[in-house]
C-alpha cells in the first residue's frame, strides 16, 4: 500500500455519499490535532473519496495544507460503491467489553488524559467511572463541540397522528380514518404532490396513523412547511395547535376516498 500527500482542497468528496458526518467533524478534528493524521483518506484514480469522508471535512476544519493518501486503484466502479457503505457499518457492528472500557478510561482519567478527545461525551465517562454502563446504555448520539451529547432532529413523532385526525398540509386536509377502498400509500403521496403543484386542493383519507405520518413528512419535505392538526383526540392535540382554517371559500377541493 503506497501512501501518498495530498492538499485537501484537491480532494473530491463523493456527491452520493450516504453517511451524515457534520456532527462528527469536530470530534475527528480534535484527534486529529492530538495524535496527528494516522489514518489515510482513500480515494479513486480520480481523487474522489472511497473512505474518509469525515476526516476530509475534519482537515479542511484545520486549515491542513495536506493528508496522507491512499489511491485504490485496482477496485471496479461497483466495489468502490460497496466499499463506501462497508467501510461505515462494519464500524458499527462491534460491541463495547465496558468493563475493560472502563479500565482504560479510569487509567486515561488517573494520568490526567483529556477525555473529551476519547469521542464520548462527559455524562457518558461519568457513567463509564461510576460502572453505570449496564444499567443505563451509553448514548450513541454524536457529540457537539462542547463534549455533549447532539440529538439528531428527526421530521416528526412516527407515531404522532391518532385515529379521527385530521391534520392540515396547507390547504390540504389530510383525514386519519377508515374512509378508503383500498390501502396505497404512494398513490396518496403522489396525490397530495400533484395537488401541490398544480395550486388546486386535495382532502385525503387514510385509516393508518402511521402512513398519515409518511405522507406528511413527505408534504413537509416538499414544501418546507409545518403540518398543523386540525382537530384531534386528546391528549395528542396538545401538542400541536392550529394554525390556519379550513381551505378559502370559492376553491374547488379535489377529493379522493382512498
Known amino acids: 500500500m503506497e501512501i501518498v500527500w495530498k492538499n485537501p482542497?484537491?480532494?473530491?468528496?463523493?456527491?452520493q455519499n450516504p453517511r451524515l458526518n457534520d456532527s462528527a467533524v469536530a470530534a475527528v478534528a480534535a484527534s486529529i490535532r492530538e495524535?496527528?493524521?494516522?489514518q489515510p483518506i482513500v480515494v479513486d484514480r480520480?481523487?474522489?473519496?472511497i473512505a474518509g469522508h469525515t476526516r476530509h471535512k475534519a482537515?479542511?476544519?484545520?486549515d491542513l495544507d495536506r493528508v496522507p493518501v491512499v489511491v485504490a486503484g485496482d477496485l471496479t466502479p461497483d466495489q468502490i460503491r460497496a466499499y463506501r457503505i462497508a467501510d461505515n457499518k462494519t464500524g458499527e457492528l462491534a460491541d463495547w467489553d465496558f468493563e475493560v472500557l472502563a479500565t482504560e478510561v479510569a487509567a486515561l482519567t488517573e494520568a490526567q488524559f483529556d477525555g473529551s478527545l476519547l469521542g464520548f461525551s462527559e455524562t457518558d465517562l461519568s457513567k463509564l467511572l461510576?460502572?453505570?454502563?449496564?444499567?443505563?446504555?451509553?448514548?450513541?448520539?454524536?457529540?457537539d463541540k462542547t463534549g455533549q451529547?447532539?440529538?439528531?432532529?428527526?421530521?416528526?413523532?412516527?407515531?404522532?397522528t391518532q385515529p379521527g385526525d385530521v391534520w392540515l398540509l396547507g390547504e390540504h386536509r389530510l383525514h386519519c380514518g377508515d374512509a378508503s377502498?383500498?390501502?396505497?400509500?404512494?398513490?396518496?403521496?403522489?396525490?397530495?404532490?400533484?395537488?401541490?403543484?398544480?395550486?388546486r386542493h386535495a382532502c385525503v383519507f387514510e385509516r393508518s396513523a402511521s402512513a398519515c405520518?409518511?405522507?406528511?413528512?413527505?408534504?413537509?419535505?416538499l414544501t418546507g412547511r409545518t403540518a398543523q392538526r386540525q382537530n384531534c383526540n386528546p391528549p395528542a392535540c396538545r401538542r400541536r395547535k392550529p394554525k390556519r382554517g379550513m381551505p378559502r371559500k370559492g376553491t374547488k377541493p379535489m377529493t379522493t376516498d382512498n
Open 9 to 15: 482542497a484537491n480532494i473530491i468528496p463523493y456527491d
Open 181 to 199: 377502498r383500498h390501502d396505497n400509500l404512494e398513490h396518496l403521496i403522489e396525490f397530495l404532490i400533484a395537488a401541490e403543484q398544480i395550486e
Open 130 to 143: 461510576g460502572g453505570e454502563q449496564e444499567q443505563e446504555p451509553i448514548s450513541q448520539e454524536p457529540i
Open 46 to 49: 480520480e481523487w474522489v473519496i
Open 59 to 62: 482537515a479542511l476544519s484545520l
Open 213 to 221: 405520518d409518511a405522507i406528511i413528512h413527505q408534504w413537509e419535505k
Open 35 to 38: 495524535f496527528g493524521f494516522q
Open 149 to 160: 451529547r447532539k440529538s439528531r432532529k428527526k421530521p416528526r413523532d412516527e407515531n404522532a
